[in-house]
């Protein structure tokens, strides 16, 4: 089984401050980690992904995510946010199933609000 | 290219009455197809998925059903709604087999009152 742990549910920040959006996972298997964004009233949208390689990953809008394996981890990371990165942020997680489906486990999201 | 479309946007309806949400993929064959059902604070919850024509897996017992007729077309139905199942609704795809992410429709606000 695997489940995903999005240790803040609201985090406030200003404009231009660093941010870092925390996510851990658990799971028996080999892992892909993902990262969306979500706006109000509409639907996700992928930021970034690990699937394998090298263990930072740079995404869309100047974010970027950095996988360990020693601490089952996959924070989300942008060095200075906009007013536009004001969104739901989700941390998913998957692996093989039985059935090769690859469906993803998903945290109950992370409310990135940037301050002027 | 490849896109999903969701519709309706929004929906209000009494309890008790039927729903029917529909879903369709463009530009691709043969995709695994989702439906989820986001609540406030509480994530994503995956209800369907298929991997083909009249092939539905559903991952939680409830008031809804799901159906693959055509091969890129997803719909979600309940013959009656109950408040419980308002929400907001989010199709979704994915190639099959292969590792990657979802690609979102923009969902469906459901009222049931």
């Known amino acids: 089984a695997q489940s995903v742990t999005q240790l803040d549910s609201q985090v406030p920040v200003f404009e231009e401050a660093p941010v870092e959006l925390r996510c851990n996972y658990s799971?028996?298997?080999?892992?892909?980690l993902f990262w969306y964004v979500q706006y109000p009233n509409q639907g996700l949208q992928l930021l970034l992904k690990?699937?394998?390689?090298?263990?930072l990953v740079k995404g869309i809008n100047g974010f970027e995510a950095e996988f360990n394996k020693s601490q089952t981890s996959f924070h989300l990371r942008k060095p200075s946010v906009h007013i536009s990165d004001t969104a739901e942020y989700f941390c998913?997680?998957?692996?093989?199933?039985?059935?090769?489906?690859?469906?993803?486990?998903f945290g109950r999201g992370t409310s990135l609000i940037v301050h002027p | 290219s490849q896109t999903i479309h969701q519709w309706p946007a929004t929906l209000v309806q009494p309890v008790g009455s039927p729903l029917s949400l529909e879903c369709t993929v463009e530009?691709?064959?043969?995709?695994?197809l989702y439906w989820y059902r986001q609540a406030a604070g509480r994530g994503l919850q995956l209800l369907f998925y298929?991997?083909?024509?009249?092939?539905i897996s559903s991952e939680v017992p409830q008031n809804l059903s799901a159906s693959r007729p055509q091969d890129r077309q997803f719909i979600l139905s309940s013959k009656k709604l109950l408040l419980s199942d308002s929400g907001f609704y989010l199709c979704?795809?994915?190639?099959?087999?292969?590792?990657?992410?979802?690609?979102f429709g923009s969902g469906t606000r459901l009222t049931v009152v």
């Open positions: 530009g691709t064959s043969n995709p695994n």
């Open positions: 799971s028996s298997v080999s892992v892909y």
């Open positions: 690990y699937l394998s390689g090298s263990t």
């Open positions: 298929s991997v083909g024509i009249g092939q």
């Open positions: 998913a997680v998957s692996g093989t199933t039985s059935g090769g489906s690859y469906i993803p486990t």
């Open positions: 979704a795809w994915k190639k099959a087999l292969l590792q990657g992410g979802y690609t």
